[in-house]
């Protein structure tokens, strides 16, 4: 028997461990001033590449606007409780309105947190006699819903069709004596690794067996295919997918989700998903603010050509440069070294203070052993010059790192 306070002191979980010499630089770094390709890291000013701020609305003035009018207006109360009981609004239902269209699906549902809605939307739609087909290196909010799921979970390796296949085959004997249902779950564009979702092959899939697929697009919303619609769009199968996650969290910049799909699904969530039911609803700036967003994402394609520009630019400079940008076929841009944590350390140290470059750094237990990757997140916001100054900054500091001039036995700060 233990205290369990003294239990958590005695573990502080696998990052935590490091809290000691990582916080407030590593882990909870503080990037001040305005949302832009430049910030400033503890008073040094620093080029970003770490927000999802893809389409650089955070600070467009008409956003600005609308955000500050709306909150002005409403204040962040307004209206109070959860959607069901009292917190509805015309404002919640006419962008619900303005989603489905813009995605051609038949309706939406608004969901106050991007995570929690998923993890909720999957507990709410499948029942102990369903089966859950997923992707492996699913998000940790797909993760969490599977979990939750009180029947079988059949995973398959990632993007990994033969193996879906044969989880399928599997899954269709299951719900034969279950009376039960299929539903698959995979990602749009996968986050660390910038990889799409096989999404036509998985639907191609449907010719042969009966399930129903839900996409986590977090990173494709705005990002992806020819109107932003998001990677069902940019594959062609848009009314193959059955239900469609997205985030106001990454190219909206702001927060919150939605999930659409048939007027069937989106009812039985309005009336079932216990995450809306039970909590408050999406305050009215946040809503007019994500209206506002998705007009401008419609309207400014230039927004996105942009992005485009500067996701080229930076995947073929370091391509041509000779750097491993693994399997990314999206805006997220994963940088592979080789070398151990302190080197990881040392070498974000190094591109910090020395070179103000500022980008997210993730080392083993979330790639293998001895890899170090650099995750890039372009946006429309930065510059050719800043891409050039990063290809020529990383090809030093590879050079540095193939020189063993990264301390391997501690992190040397500045
Ligand atoms: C793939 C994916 N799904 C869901 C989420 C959660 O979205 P939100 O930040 O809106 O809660 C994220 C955010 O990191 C994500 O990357």
Redesign the pocket.
Known sequence: MTDLFEKLKNNRGPLGTFSKVAHDYFTFPKLEGEISNKMFFRGKKVLVWSL?NYLGLANHPEVRKADADAASQFGLAYPMGARMMSGNSNHHEQLEKEISSFMSKEDTIL?N??????VSAIDCLVDRHDVIVYDAE?????IDGVRMHMGKRFVYPHNDIASLEKQLARAQKLVAETNGAIMVIT?G???MSGNQGKLKEITALKKKYKFRLFV????GFGTMGKTGAGTAEEQGVQQEVDIY?G????SMAS???FICSTNDVIEYLRYNMRSQIFAKSMPMPLVIGASKRLELLKSKPELKDNLWKIVHALQDGLKKAGFNLGTTMSPVTPVFLSGGHFEAGNLVVDLRENYQIFCSIVTYPVVPKGVIMLRLIPTAEHTLDDVKYTVETFEKIRTNLREGKYDKEKVIMA
């Open positions: 999802n969901l947190y991007g995570y929690q809605g998923m699913s998000h940790a909010c797909i990602e564009v996968f986050g986590d697009d977090a990173h996650f985030t106001f969290a990454k927060i919150g989700g």
